[in-house]
């Protein structure tokens, strides 16, 4: 059951990240959609591997806040396709995918030898709750968690500063 | 056949290679900025992966954080795309070379 899932959520996954990044597809509002599919799956990855709350995160702020705005961007820019498709430079047309393949070849041989066929060890039942997660984010994790809060703070505004056209 | 966290890993691999594929190959601004946000979905799964395996919850805190910034890296690269496309009418990164001699 469990693979079975997993074999559907990988192959969404892989064709819609492909969608998105390789130079095939013209119209933007298909990649992002593909972006949107790509997340979820990702987020069905994540409660595979019983992270519940950072797979509705996931859902809620990725596929719905992030693809909200860049969907809103696509249609306020109306920037519908891209005009010229594929990298003009040399090393990043020929080199790069070559380099890209030799990387997941590399990763894909390392794990291949190093597998041992093992299955995921057992799980207290706290694990992935709100309450585990929000235990240690209020007590190890409490400066990085207030400091990442600044941090969202200071983008707001400078976003708002960027997009404005006249302070 | 189990899960383990082989198959996890090198499908993360594969989301973080056409991640950088997207941002080598793709043209336009706002593609290369979902290509990011690609490469950072990679290294979630990694994350989480991880974190599955050793039992720790820290692996999914970074994760969350993770999330934020990648939260607060869409909205400033949108808000400099809306300030390039004013100046420039297109968001195709080959005719941004102001900087460069």
Known sequence: MESVAFIVLSILTVTSAAVVALP???????????????????????FLLSSQFIGFLQVIVYAGAIMVVILFVLMLLSVDDEQHMGSSGFFQRYLGPLLAAGFV???????????????????????????????????????PFEAISLLLVVAMIGAVLLAKRRL | MPLGPEK??????VLFTLGVLGVLLRRGAISILMSIELMLNGANLSFITFARQYGQAEGQIYVFFIITLAAAEAALGLAIVIALFRLRESTDVDQLSLFKW
Request: glycine share 8%; hydrophobic share 60%; with cysteine.
């Open chain 1, 24 to 46: 095939f597809v013209r119209n933007m509002v298909v990649c992002a959609l593909a972006l949107a599919v790509n997340l979820v799956s990702v987020a069905g990855l994540f």
């Open chain 1, 105 to 143: 070849a590399i990763v894909g041989s390392t794990l291949v030898v190093s597998s041992q066929a093992t299955a995921f060890p057992a799980l207290p039942d706290s694990y992935g709750t709100v309450g585990a997660l929000g235990r240690e984010l209020f007590t190890r994790f409490f400066y």
């Open chain 2, 8 to 13: 996890f890993l090198m499908l993360s691999a």
